[in-house]
């Protein structure tokens, strides 16, 4: 109970106050068990105009235990490997990770994003592009590139963003007191911090 009691407050948050460039929502809406987020590649980087999916999976004792977050939209990144799995230490519990309970899935995503500007070529998962990132970055940064016009550009991000949940002039978030928020759809991805 603990678990969908703080979902439904982080995603009600997270869409009354959008963070630029990410979204979250419930994957299947008759569960929180599954969610969908999205991030636009950071601007200045090989990912821009890139639209990234991932996918959250909230375990039983989440907040307790991180979520375990995984890229959909294959990524070529030293930090993310071809299963679209993270290696960063805010998804790890201590001692070899950073994860408390007080961070929010909003931070989590805010830190990817964050990890796609600033790669992290000490701690890979994909040593042979890690090495590529040290020593030869503009080749990295072409490889990176294609891959994101290859899978991750799909049209402008703004647009993508408006189709997303065509169907749905409004996303409709219960908070945890049953009160509802309306939140239109343009705000819900920040796109009126974009534009």
Not at 133 to 147: D, I, L, P, V
């Amino acid at each position: 109970m603990q678990k969908f009691q703080r979902i439904k407050r982080e995603l009600f948050r997270m869409n009354s106050t959008p963070t630029q460039g990410i979204s979250c929502t419930p994957k299947d809406e008759n569960t929180l068990d599954v969610l969908t987020a999205v991030i636009i590649g950071p601007q200045c980087t090989p990912y821009e105009n890139g639209t990234f999916q991932l996918e959250i999976h909230i375990p039983d004792k989440y907040p307790f235990v991180p979520p375990m977050i995984k890229f959909v939209t294959p990524i070529y990144h030293p930090n993310i490997d071809n299963a679209g799995r993270i290696c960063m230490d805010n998804l790890k519990m201590p001692p070899k990770g950073t994860w408390a309970p007080q961070i929010a899935l909003e931070n989590l995503l805010i830190s990817i994003r964050l990890l796609m500007t600033n790669p992290n070529p000490d701690d890979p998962l994909m040593p042979d592009i890690a090495e590529e990132y040290k020593s030869s970055r503009e080749q990295f940064e072409s490889k990176a590139r294609e891959y994101t016009k290859k899978y991750a550009i799909i049209g402008e991000p703004s647009t993508l963003l408006r189709k997303r949940d065509k169907e749905l002039t409004h996303t409709v978030v219960e908070d945890i007191s049953g009160d509802t928020a309306r939140v239109d759809e343009q705000k819900r991805f920040g796109q009126d911090k974009m534009d």
